[in-house]
């Protein structure tokens, strides 16, 4: 089931001015005060982590618009619900003084018995990937066959390991200002103007990343967990929506890879010594200061592996 122009460019505008609009009611009434917002960033600098709820916010407004059927927004708003739920609550609640980086920490924890936010992020993002793509998988083939429930079902896995690990990539790059909505972007701009039943998503996500790109530039907010695993899970879910089998599992496969190579391989440096990655990351950001600390990842990014 495809989208139509408009209702693509409902759900961009939709979603980019529930995007703003959030993010001007939290920052009027910020819940818990303003503090509990706030994080260092790679400069020392205080951002505040209002953006992913706002940005969130959006994504799910957009979804609702852009879906061509009830089965379609459902399935996006669990998946993108739970990715800002789980993420807001790792963002807020980590332990600081114990953190683990990465899925291979978080797991780790979760093998000895101790259940980390981080690790509770993975369970939660992971059984709600799983719902929304049993939600999104149709129990009939496109001649109208009945499925069986083997082929079903494995279909159902792809797609949950697909959702869930994209909106775990994503985080992965809310390193550096402006990253994460860049990298979505790239995605959503193909997936928007294919047809589809994730295209209407996909606008969504142009659209919320519109709306917060320009304070996230400017180092006065970032996605942080709530945001960059809802970011995530959207462009995860329009893809199930949108991909046939083959292209579901090689997508699967190129995010999956990626991951695996975090927990080994700085992305900032594999950027910083790419002519073109290095551009296109540092367009629109302030410039380096010359006596800037290398540091890697930001407090408010308890769940990133080496980025």
Do not use: C, Y
């Not at 708003?77 to 990715?83: I, R």
């Amino acid at each position: 089931m495809s989208v139509g122009p408009l209702r693509r460019l409902a759900a961009a505008t939709v979603a980019g001015g529930v995007t703003a609009g959030v993010r001007g009611l939290l920052d009027a009434q910020p819940p818990g005060g303003p503090r509990r917002w706030t994080r260092t960033n790679h400069r020392g600098e205080p951002v505040s982590l209002l953006e992913g709820p706002a940005v969130a916010a959006g994504l799910l407004a957009g979804a609702v618009v852009g879906a061509p059927s009830l089965r379609a927004a459902t399935a996006l708003t669990v998946a993108t619900g739970a990715g800002a739920v789980f993420g807001v609550v790792d963002d807020l609640g980590e332990d600081v003084e114990v953190r683990r980086k990465g899925l291979r920490g978080h797991l780790g924890a979760l093998a000895r018995g101790e259940l980390t936010t981080g690790g509770l992020k993975v369970l939660g993002i992971g059984a709600a990937g799983i719902v929304a793509a049993a939600v999104a998988t149709p129990l009939r083939d496109d001649a109208g066959t009945r499925r069986s429930p083997a082929g079903w079902a494995a279909d159902v896995v792809v797609s949950g390991a697909l959702v869930a690990a994209s909106a775990n990539l994503l985080n992965l790059f809310d390193l550096r200002p402006g990253r994460a909505l860049k990298a979505g972007a790239l995605v959503a701009g193909p997936l928007a103007l294919a047809p589809g039943a994730g295209a209407g998503a996909a606008a969504g996500v142009l659209g919320a990343a519109g709306a917060a790109v320009e304070e996230d530039l400017a180092e006065h907010d970032m996605l942080g967990d709530g945001g960059a695993n809802a970011l995530g899970a959207t462009l995860g879910t329009a893809l199930v929506l949108s991909a046939p089998r083959p292209v579901r599992l090689a997508a699967l496969g190129v995010v999956a890879a990626l991951t695996l190579a975090s927990e080994k391989v700085s992305f900032t440096q594999v950027i910083e010594r790419t002519p073109v990655l290095r551009d296109l990351d540092a367009w629109g950001r302030r410039p380096a200061a010359a006596a800037a600390s290398p540091v890697e990842a930001p407090a408010s990014s308890p769940a990133a592996g080496p980025a």
